[in-house]
């Protein structure tokens, strides 16, 4: 049974190009939420996906958008970068509306724009 | 404003001896608590998950304890090991929407030497 599997792992842009992660959640979880991780820093909440609408959305602008497939896999995209967007982006998966529930965590995808 | 605040920000250790991490919050309403350890340029894996009425949760090495009234969490390593160097971040969940909200501290970097 697969975990939560992220894509691409590492990859470099420049100031104002776009970016698109990739995000499979974990077998029997509907729900993936999307974190951005500064280097010595905790994850901060981006947004969070279920029924292939964006639920709920975390302080960011809106150069960050999402969607979400019928199959449950989502993606993150964000324009206009920034070189303050350089960060481990994390993807999360859990079943649907069981906040007291699992969350499973991807691998990351590091972006980095110079 | 719901914070959680972790402490030590950085704690070096020797290799068989034990330790304590803490976290403090103010997320209300409360769901539940989480531990994860992170290690570096991975993604976060969960070790424990504590409810309003649990207050103790172990896990092989690593024990968390919950204090609801004081809003304080501890996570004890016992018998520390190399591979516990890694960064362990307490999460807190509120019930405030129907998916939850997840809100993360900023982490405490743990290092065991030889």
């Known amino acids: 049974d697969a975990g939560v599997t992220q894509s691409p792992t590492h990859l470099i842009k420049t100031r104002g190009q776009q970016v698109t992660l990739r995000c499979s959640p974990k077998?029997?979880?509907?729900?993936v939420s999307w974190y951005q991780q500064a280097l010595g820093q905790g994850p901060q909440f981006i947004f969070q996906?279920?029924?292939?609408?964006?639920?709920q959305r975390g302080n960011f602008p809106d150069r960050f958008s999402g969607h979400q497939f019928p199959n449950y896999s989502s993606e993150l995209n964000v324009n206009a970068l920034w070189l303050g967007d350089s960060a481990l982006y994390l993807c999360?998966?859990?079943?649907?509306?069981?906040?007291?529930?699992?969350?499973?965590f991807g691998e990351g995808s590091r972006l980095t724009v110079l | 404003k719901n914070q959680v605040e972790q402490s030590p920000q950085s704690l070096i250790i020797l290799e068989g001896k034990n330790c304590t991490l803490q976290?403090?919050?103010?997320?209300?309403?409360?769901?539940?608590l989480r531990w994860y350890k992170q290690d570096t340029g991975r993604g976060p894996v969960s070790l424990t998950i504590?409810?309003?009425?649990?207050n103790t949760k172990s896990n092989g090495r690593y024990t968390a304890t919950l204090d609801a009234d004081t809003k304080q969490s501890s996570l004890h390593i016992t018998a520390s090991q190399l591979s516990d160097s890694a960064s362990y971040i307490c999460?807190?969940?509120?019930?405030?929407?129907?998916?939850?909200?997840?809100?993360f501290g900023r982490g405490t970097q743990l290092t065991v030497w030889p």
């Open positions: 976290c403090n919050y103010t997320v209300s309403p409360f769901s539940n």
């Open positions: 999360a998966s859990s079943p649907r509306a069981k906040n007291t529930g699992e969350l499973f």
């Open positions: 999460v807190v969940s509120d019930r405030g929407s129907t998916l939850g909200r997840l809100y």
């Open positions: 077998s029997g979880h509907d729900t």
């Open positions: 504590m409810t309003f009425s649990e």
């Open positions: 996906y279920y029924e292939e609408e964006e639920r």
